[in-house]
C-alpha cells in the first residue's frame, strides 16, 4: 500500500471516530432524557395513586357517618314492621319540618 492510499485511509478512519464520538454523545443525551421523563412519570403516578387511597379513605369514612346517621331511622322502621315496642321519640328533635334531619338530646 502507497503512503498517500495510508493517508486517505487514516482521514476516513479520522473522521468516522469523530462521527462516532458525536452520535454516542446525542445517544447518551436521549437516554438521559427519556430517563428522567419516564422517572417524572412514575413519581405523578405514585402520586395519584396516593391520592386516589385518600380520597377512598374519605369516602369510607364518609359512608359510616352516612350509616351511623341513619341508625335511629332504621331501628324505628324495623321495629314498627315487627311490631315491637314502639321507639321513644321523646329525645328526637326535629330540626326543620321536613323531619329529615334530627337532633337526639
Do not use: H, P
Not at 15 to 43: E, W
Not at 60 to 74: F, M
Request: glycine share 2%; proline share 0%.
Amino acid at each position: 500500500m502507497s503512503i498517500k492510499k495510508l493517508n486517505y485511509l487514516g482521514q476516513k478512519i479520522n473522521r468516522f471516530n469523530g462521527l462516532m464520538l458525536a452520535s454516542s454523545i446525542i445517544m447518551v443525551m436521549i437516554m438521559l432524557i427519556t430517563t428522567n421523563y419516564a422517572n417524572s412519570q412514575i413519581l405523578e403516578r405514585n402520586d395519584l395513586s396516593k391520592q386516589l387511597k385518600i380520597a377512598e379513605d374519605e369516602m369510607r369514612l364518609i359512608n359510616a357517618t352516612v350509616s351511623e346517621l341513619q341508625t335511629t331511622q332504621r331501628i324505628e322502621s324495623e321495629s314498627q314492621r315487627l311490631n315491637l315496642v314502639k321507639v321513644q321519640t321523646n329525645d328526637v328533635f326535629y330540626l326543620d319540618d321536613s323531619r329529615d334531619t334530627v337532633a337526639l338530646k
